[in-house]
């Protein structure tokens, strides 16, 4: 039997155990402790951001940054209709509408070129997502948010440290969230972050976070707001990630170099990702398209590669097409691409051998397929 090779697993190879047992060690497991601090100080400088505010999962930072911008029952928001579904989830907890917006083929990002269509009187923000860490064109988004008086919060989940002509995502945007589920670039098991420079809204952002309890007066609650605290735990994990961050992400880098030497001969059956525009994508993960075919031939390369041991993800469906937010809108290249988009493995576990394993399963299903 050969090894089965994961589409994504997690890397725990530095100060995670010693900083857990230390919260173990000392009682401090809840949500208070000094793991907290020194993690969210650590994000921020990794981001170039004066806060980070660290929260339970990717969904509630998303959630929690939509109620400091003041997200109300019949506003519009503009998102990517290609995301996972906690971009448009997180709009809709509000009580507001996410709009969709196409995508374009190079990057599968949100395309700002067909956003102004879509803005309303009731428009009120644009999310924007770092689709498989390549950066969203932040350029042209702000621009856009700035002639219409939007707000833009980078929705920067898969994409810790890729960055646009030296400014990292999370830095860019009134404010942004991560996520550190087990499969993201760093992880904390379930965790997430707000990123902002605003020191106002940054105080906001820890007042709903902490069920809206006044700082200077406990028990006094003048909001309604959540419980979406981050444990020490979880946050004794994600210092210790960003201690190798730099490391993950040079492994990161050199894995897509291995793909893309691989996966060569192949370009005339598949496109390879590519950066567009002065960008510095992270691949949170490895993700190619089939030139030719729908939905029904990706999914069957998908299965050959699985009965070689390999294990892929096809690219997320648009938000459009699913039932809690069907529409009948135009969306041609989400339509075409989501159905020939394949992620290959992409974690700090893989060899040179493996990437050659990949890339050969593929090359014969493509010949048979
Ligand atoms: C993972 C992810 C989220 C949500 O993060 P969770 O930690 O799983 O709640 C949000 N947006 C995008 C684009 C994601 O990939």
Redesign the pocket.
Known sequence: MIDRIAVAQPVLSGNERKYVLDCLDTNWISSVGKYITAFEEAFASFCGVKHAIATN???TA?HLALVAMDLKPGDEVIIPTV??I??ANAVRYCGATPVFVDVQASTMNIDPAAIEAKITSKTKGIIP?HLYGHPADMLSINAIAHKRGLWVVE?A??AHGAEIAGHKVGSMSTCATF???GN?IVTTG?G?MVTTNDDELAQKLRLFRGQGMDPNRRYWFPVVGYNYRMTNIQAAIGLAQMETIETSLAARARLAGWYAEALGNLRDEIVLPKDVGSVKQVYWMYNIFLRQGDAVRRDAVMRQLSDDGIETRPVFYPMHVLPPYREDGFYPVADLWAQRGINLPTHLGLTREDIERIADSLGQALKKI
């Open positions: 999962n990717g969904t998303l995301t996972y906690a971009t997502v929705d989940a898969e996520s550190f589920f993201k379930e997430g």
